[in-house]
């Protein structure tokens, strides 16, 4: 069933459950202080829903009903406690019961690792047309992220194991992670390989969350990299022969090492709050306002590095 044809029946799924619940509600006569886990079983009986009209296929994709029978068995319980069933209040119940059912999660996130429902596995290619050129961001939560050269004529041409939703607006094309089949670093494998234009100026923009990328841009004309990581594992290969380039790395607890190729030039200032800042002083002497190339103004092809973080470490190496 296509999102079009799911959307009209979630909704009046919506519509019917507040229906029921105010139904209910007036029919036992019960005061919403004691009516209010009703809403929170019927979040879970939406989710049942609109997971079920997904389809199920194989004993893996029962993993995509675990939050929503958790909020279903939740509201059970905290409406028996709200209704006096039980004869303890809410906040004494989840006191009481909260260790068992952290234990309960944690099995169950147990047996889903021992049958992963393996997520989409996608190419996308999107031509470059005749566009002179292009701004990319890439939002990439967790998983392994690697970025290449695409073949002649494609903006991007690449592998998504886990899907990937597109995005084109006024400021470029957006590349996200698809959270239809669940998400992806906890119900499957995310492994993306991003090919990306060489024939045109790039602005590139990526968003990483728990993961590691490595990103080689060694052979693309990068104009600028916008780059924000969390707690993360980043490698970056920069352009050769991009003319000048900018570099911008916010990172939260994260190892950044930025590799600057033979016959680039770099300036690189900023650094880690918290942590190791390393630059290769040989390629690059420290400055009154951090380090830079000895040619940097002259070099046809270099590099302006920023770089702030909050706690881990970052390395500017040279490489051949």
């Known amino acids: 069933m296509t999102g079009r044809s799911r959307a ?180 499957h494998a995310s492994n993306w390989t991003v090919g990306l234009s060489g024939e045109v100026p790039l602005d590139l923009r990526i968003e990483t969350g728990a993961a590691r990328a490595r990103l080689d841009l060694s052979e693309l004309q990068v104009r600028s990299l916008d780059l924000r990581t969390g707690a993360s594992e980043t490698r970056v290969r920069l352009p050769r022969n991009a003319g000048a380039t900018t570099i911008r790395a916010e990172s939260g607890m994260a190892s950044l090492v930025i590799e600057v190729p033979t016959g680039v030039g770099a300036r690189i200032h900023g650094g880690m709050t918290l942590g190791s800042n390393a630059v290769d002083q040989a390629r690059f002497p420290k400055t009154l306002e951090g380090y830079a190339s000895p040619d940097y103004a002259t070099a046809a092809n270099r590099a302006d590095i920023d770089v702030r973080g909050a706690m881990g470490s970052i390395q500017v190496v040279g490489v051949a």
């Not at 919506?14 to 006569?29: C, D, E, M, P, S």
């Not at 002179?132 to 939560?141: H, K, L, M, P, T």
């Not at 002649?152 to 998504?160: H, N, Q, Y």
Request: glycine letters at 14%.
């Open 8 to 187: 009209p029946i979630i909704a009046a799924t919506w519509l019917i459950g507040f229906g029921v619940v105010l139904f209910v509600q007036q029919a036992l006569a019960l005061d919403w202080s004691e009516a209010w886990p009703m809403i929170i079983v019927l979040v879970g009986a939406v989710g049942l829903v609109s997971r079920s009209l997904r389809g199920v296929h194989g004993p893996g994709a029962l993993w995509d009903f675990t939050w929503p029978l958790v909020w279903i068995v939740v509201g059970g319980a905290l409406l028996a406690s709200t209704t006096g069933n039980l004869g303890t209040g809410p906040l004494e119940l989840l006191g009481e019961w909260w260790p068992a059912a952290a234990i309960a999660l944690g099995a169950w996130f147990i047996v889903g690792a021992f049958m992963p429902r393996p997520g989409p596995n996608e190419h996308l290619v999107v031509p470059l047309t005749d566009a002179a050129e292009a701004a990319v961001r890439i939002r990439f939560g967790a998983g392994e992220l690697a970025t290449t050269k695409a073949q002649p004529g494609d903006l991007v041409d690449g592998r998504f194991d886990g899907g990937v939703l597109v995005h084109r607006d006024r400021h470029g094309l957006e590349l996200e992670q698809d959270m239809t089949f669940g998400v992806p670093w906890l119900d």
